[in-house]
């Protein structure tokens, strides 16, 4: 169902409509199919006078600028994306596109990532304009396509073929983070502010072959499967970042004795892997930022029942902590596995070493002010089209707040039954105001 043009200049008072109209597009990427989505939110914003502009690479995945003039501070952005993951071989109460509210919540795929973010900064930027007041400097809203397949046709194709749009523009808000997260049972509120890099390599093996009705010793199926069972499961050497010592120390903070004594013992290489292997399911996401991550994904190799073949590629998707190379996990791996098979880099995406935390604290008390729990920098370990500001160096930070309750955000993103409580966007989308009025461009 094709929600009808948004003309009327009152949505902004109803963040949860907003986020159901939004769900009701069926932007799956692949193919993405975002046009229709973007038109809508054009036609949004166009009704509260705002000013508008679109640039695509691709007619049907259109990406949308939209500026509320300000003062003479640095711009501030709001972005976000509106394609979502499949919702194949899952299991939904209600339909994953009806955007059907129901037990206090908004059903369907995107509304925890990220249509729910969008639509609290849509429903920001609207109350903003109807407000009819001056902000420290321009607001940019953002809508981007393509997020979820490494943002080709959204903000990694903007920032490269567009680089002009992002002038003077020094903070982002976009994902990841805003919403509670019980650590050690310290309440938290992660706010993103650097993230792990993309690294994609083929590794292909070479062996002898021939006819599979003889022996055949030293074949690169062999030496692929020696390599997989020794990447799979074994972590690399431990690299603390400072994007990781940030956020662990400020997890450390808030708890008491041998609590805090065991996360800080995180960030003593020599102790490292030993204090993860005590904290189990707990040290997932510490184990995740303070190791580059390799996982094989594909593997390619023989097209004939009865022929051994000469070659074997194998496809791993790597995460690099902040800072590192292709090369340096490349020298991990074969320091690993004991094999050199030949590497080729399919794709990397860097990002900064380090974060810049001058904003943090100004959106940190707007989150702390209203729960009574503690903001701390999160390094995320997967990836968000903030890699792609970085290179306009624009520093984002995750905030697109959330009160969830019991509700396991992380595991329901991009699972089935994905669903937030209506009352949350509009929390959420008061939070975002509120970081744009207290704005002023000084990160002070």
């Not at 692949?30 to 009704?47: N, V």
């Not at 009574?372 to 968000?384: D, E, F, K, S």
């Amino acid at each position: 169902m094709t929600p009808e043009p948004a003309v009327t200049t009152d949505r902004h008072e109803e963040p949860a409509e907003l986020l159901a109209d939004l769900v009701r597009f069926e932007t799956v990427n692949p193919p993405g199919d975002e046009r229709e989505c973007i038109e809508w939110i054009d036609d949004l914003l166009s009704a509260y006078g705002i000013e508008t502009e679109t640039y695509a690479r691709d007619p049907d995945r259109p990406n949308l600028l939209a500026r509320i003039p300000g003062g003479d501070a640095a711009p501030l952005m709001l972005y976000g994306h509106v394609d979502v993951v499949p919702t194949t071989n899952q299991e939904w109460t209600h339909d994953p596109f009806s955007g059907t509210r129901a037990d206090g919540y908004i059903w369907g795929r995107g509304t925890l990532d990220m249509k729910g973010g969008v639509a609290m900064y849509l429903a920001a930027a609207c109350r903003l304009a109807a407000a009819d007041t001056t902000p420290a400097g321009d607001v940019l809203v953002l809508i981007v396509s393509d997020e979820e397949a490494g943002g080709d046709d959204g903000l990694g194709w903007l920032v490269e073929e567009h680089p002009d749009l992002f002038e003077d523009v020094e903070y982002a808000l976009g994902e990841f983070g805003g919403f509670e997260f019980d650590v050690a049972g310290a309440e938290t509120y992660p706010i993103q502010t650097n993230e792990k890099q993309v690294c994609w390599l083929e590794a292909t093996f070479r062996g002898n072959s021939g006819h599979a009705s003889f022996p055949t010793p030293d074949t690169a199926m062999g030496k692929m499967a020696r390599y997989v069972e020794a990447v799979d499961g074994n972590r690399l050497p431990v690299n603390i970042t400072p994007s990781a010592e940030q956020m662990i120390e400020s997890i450390a903070e808030e708890l008491d004795g041998d609590r805090a004594e065991q996360f800080r013992g995180l960030l003593d290489p020599e102790r490292t892997d030993e204090i993860l292997d005590e904290m189990g399911e707990e040290a997932r996401m510490f184990d995740a930022i303070l190791h580059n991550t390799a996982n094989v994904t594909k593997v390619h190799g023989g097209d004939k029942q009865n022929v051994v073949p000469e070659a074997v590629t194998v496809s791993l998707d790597c995460r690099l902590v902040p800072g590192e190379k292709p090369e340096d996990v490349i020298e991990e791996l074969t320091e690993l596995t004991g094999m050199e098979p030949e590497y080729e880099i399919i794709r990397f995406d860097s990002g900064p070493p380090a974060a810049d935390l001058s904003y943090f604290d100004e959106l940190a008390e707007i989150l702390e002010s209203e729960t009574g729990a503690v903001a701390i920098p999160l390094l995320m370990a997967g990836a968000t089209d903030g890699r792609h500001l970085a290179a306009v160096d624009v520093q984002s930070y995750g905030f697109t707040p959330m009160q969830l309750g019991d509700l396991p955000f992380l595991d329901l993103v991009h699972s089935g039954d994905e669903r937030i409580p209506a009352e949350t966007v509009s929390w959420g989308a008061d939070r975002v105001y509120e970081a744009i009025t207290a704005y002023d461009g000084t990160g002070e």
